[in-house]
T-cell receptor
Framework: NAGVTQTPKFRVLKTGQSMTLLCAQD?????MYWYRQDPGMGLRLIHY???????AKGEVPDGYNVSRLKKQNFLLGLESAAPSQTSVYFC??????????????????FGEGSRLTVL | GDSVTQMEGPVTLSEEAFLTINCTYTATGYPSLFWYVQYPGEGLQLLLKATKADDKGSNKGFEATYRKETTSFHLEKGSVQVSDSAVYFCALSDRDFGNEKLTFGTGTRLTIIP
């Protein structure tokens, strides 16, 4: 019962360094999302994907890139990390569009989060 | 654009107290509404949902009613337990074309003391 798995769980970077966060889901979900969580700001959507090979910008995409080469994986990249990117990052996936008013819930399943600190 | 406004936290209650966490929304279409809960050290998980006006979502003793006339989806529980201590997020997804994502509120931290 892995669900949604994020790696790494913790990372400390220096300004200007690059890194990639990996999200893997084993539920055959079409939709995948990357959110960041900051105190007083709630969750803000960075990028999302509605299927393999597709990506779209969310609310706060600047400074991040994503790729969805395989259906089960959604990668979030920081090319040149900045202190403003210090945050907790959550990946999520869903089988259907979250807002569909049908019996399939469109529930989002979240990973446990990745805490990133940029010095 | 779509937005969700939650009551400011943190909220601290004694065990067995009545809980209300307010949530109001702004949406261009007819949204589905959700409450997610985040326990310490974990990711978010769905608590309950409602997909049309006057629907009541319920789970684990929590309830919320979709009120279109007041654009609200307040979370309630009659008797809280220590295990309910968590951060609660209200969220919406607009059912118009392109409803692939959820918009979250800022979250309300709830602490229940024995």
């Amino acid at each position: 019962n892995a669900g949604v798995t994020q790696t790494p769980k913790f990372r400390v970077l220096k300004t200007g360094q690059s890194m990639t966060l990996l999200c893997a889901q084993d539920m055959n979900h079409e939709y995948m999302y990357w959110y960041r969580q900051d105190p007083g700001m709630g969750l803000r959507l960075i990028h999302y994907s509605v299927g393999e090979g597709t990506t779209a910008k969310g609310e706060v995409p600047d400074g991040y890139n994503v790729s969805r080469l395989k259906k089960q994986n959604f990668l979030l990249g920081l090319e040149s990390a900045a202190p403003s990117q210090t945050s907790v990052y959550f990946c999520a996936s869903s089988l259907q569009r979250p807002g569909l008013a049908i019996s399939i819930t469109g529930e989002l399943f979240f990973g446990e989060g990745s805490r990133l600190t940029v010095l | 654009g779509d937005s969700v406004t939650q009551m400011e936290g943190p909220v601290t209650l004694s065990e067995e107290a009545f809980l209300t966490i307010n949530c109001t929304y702004t949406a261009t279409g007819y949204p589905s509404l959700f409450w997610y809960v985040q326990y310490p050290g974990e990711g978010l998980q769905l608590l309950l949902k409602a997909t049309k006006a006057d629907d009541k979502g319920s789970n684990k003793g929590f309830e919320a009613t979709y009120r279109k006339e007041t654009t609200s989806f307040h979370l309630e529980k009659g008797s809280v337990q220590v295990s309910d201590s968590a951060v609660y997020f209200c969220a919406l997804s607009d059912r118009d074309f392109g409803n692939e994502k959820l918009t979250f509120g800022t979250g309300t931290r709830l602490t229940i003391i024995p």
